[in-house]
C-alpha cells in the first residue's frame, strides 16, 4: 500500500505517519528529511535544494521530484509520504513513477484541523538555541520553563512560529494545496480524518478508515 499523508503546518502529520507507518509496516518518506539528509552530504541537487531554501525560495517541483524519486526508485516496501506532495504538478509526476513501476497512490488523507488551533498549536511552540530541540508549551513543555531538557540552552521562540508569519504560512499552504486536493478527490482516493483528538484517537481513526475503505 501506498499512501500520502497531508495537512496544515501544525496538524500533526509528522507524528501520525511515523505511527501510521509504523503500525502498517510501511517505510516514512519525509521530504524535509530528505532535504537535510542530501544537503548534509552536499550532494549536487542537495546544494541546489540549498540555494533555494537559504534565498527563502521554494523548491521547484522538478527538483522536488528528482530526490522523491532517487529515494524511493529501489524500495521495495509500501511508502507513506509526508509532506509530499505539494501541487498538483508534483502529484502528477508520483502517479507517472508509479505508473512505469504498476503500482499508484492507494490512498490519501488530510488531517483536518481548524485554522484557529493550528495558529494556537503552532504558536505554543518553542525551539532550543543551542541544539535545535523543539518543544511545545501546550503538548509537550520542558521540564523547567524555557530551559532545554537535553542541553539546558534557552528556548526561543522563532521567527516562523511569530503568530502573524503562521497566518501568512497558512495562506500560502492553502492557496498551494486546494488543487491539490482537488486532483486526489477526483480520483476517489481522499479521505478526511478529525485532527483534533489525541494522537492515538487520530491513529486509530486513521487505520480504521484505511481498514474498511480497502475491502
Same mark, same amino acid.
Given at each position: 500500500? #501506498?499512501? !500520502?499523508?497531508?495537512?496544515?503546518? +501544525?496538524?500533526? $502529520?509528522?507524528?501520525?505517519?511515523?505511527?501510521?507507518?509504523?503500525?502498517? +509496516?510501511? @517505510?516514512? !518518506?519525509?521530504?524535509?528529511? &530528505?532535504?537535510? %539528509?542530501? !544537503? *548534509?552530504?552536499? *550532494?549536487? /541537487?542537495?546544494?541546489?535544494?540549498?540555494?533555494? !531554501? *537559504?534565498?527563502? $525560495?521554494? @523548491?521547484?517541483?522538478?527538483? @522536488? /521530484?528528482?530526490?522523491?524519486? *532517487?529515494?524511493?526508485?529501489?524500495?521495495?516496501?509500501?511508502?507513506?509520504?509526508?509532506?509530499?506532495?505539494?501541487?498538483?504538478?508534483?502529484?502528477?509526476?508520483?502517479?507517472?513513477?508509479?505508473?512505469?513501476?504498476?503500482?499508484?497512490?492507494?490512498?490519501?488523507?488530510? /488531517?483536518?484541523?481548524?485554522? #484557529? %488551533?493550528?495558529?494556537?498549536?503552532?504558536?505554543?511552540?518553542?525551539? =532550543?538555541?543551542?541544539? +535545535?530541540?523543539?518543544?511545545?508549551?501546550?503538548?509537550?513543555?520542558?521540564?523547567?520553563?524555557?530551559? =532545554?531538557?537535553? =542541553?539546558?540552552?534557552?528556548?526561543? /521562540?522563532? #521567527?516562523?512560529?511569530?503568530?502573524? @508569519?503562521?497566518?501568512?504560512?497558512?495562506?500560502?499552504?492553502?492557496?498551494?494545496?486546494?488543487?491539490?486536493?482537488?486532483?486526489?478527490?477526483?480520483?476517489?482516493?481522499?479521505?478526511? &480524518?478529525?485532527?483534533?483528538?489525541?494522537?492515538?484517537?487520530?491513529?486509530?481513526?486513521?487505520?480504521?478508515?484505511?481498514?474498511?475503505?480497502?475491502?
Amino acid at each position: 500500500m #501506498n499512501l !500520502i499523508l497531508l495537512g496544515f503546518p +501544525g496538524s500533526g $502529520k509528522g507524528t501520525q505517519a511515523k505511527a501510521i507507518s509504523g503500525r502498517l +509496516g510501511l @517505510v516514512h !518518506i519525509s521530504t524535509g528529511d &530528505i532535504f537535510r %539528509e542530501e !544537503i *548534509s552530504r552536499k *550532494s549536487p /541537487l542537495g546544494l541546489e535544494v540549498s540555494g533555494y !531554501i *537559504s534565498s527563502g $525560495k521554494l @523548491v521547484p517541483d522538478l527538483v @522536488v /521530484l528528482k530526490l522523491v524519486r *532517487s529515494r524511493i526508485a529501489t524500495e521495495t516496501k509500501g511508502l507513506l509520504f509526508d509532506g509530499f506532495p505539494r501541487t498538483v504538478e508534483q502529484a502528477q509526476g508520483l502517479d507517472d513513477f508509479f505508473a512505469t513501476r504498476e503500482q499508484r497512490v492507494d490512498a490519501v488523507l488530510f /488531517l483536518h484541523v481548524e485554522e #484557529n %488551533e493550528v495558529v494556537k498549536r503552532l504558536a505554543a511552540r518553542r525551539s =532550543c538555541a543551542k541544539c +535545535g530541540k523543539i518543544y511545545n508549551t501546550i503538548t509537550a513543555p520542558p521540564a523547567r520553563e524555557n530551559v =532545554c531538557d537535553v =542541553c539546558q540552552g534557552g528556548l526561543i /521562540l522563532r #521567527n516562523d512560529d511569530m503568530p502573524e @508569519v503562521i497566518k501568512q504560512r497558512l495562506m500560502v499552504y492553502k492557496d498551494l494545496t486546494e488543487p491539490l486536493l482537488a486532483y486526489y478527490r477526483g480520483n476517489g482516493i481522499f479521505h478526511e &480524518i478529525k485532527g483534533d483528538s489525541s494522537p492515538d484517537a487520530i491513529t486509530e481513526n486513521a487505520l480504521a478508515v484505511l481498514k474498511t475503505w480497502s475491502k
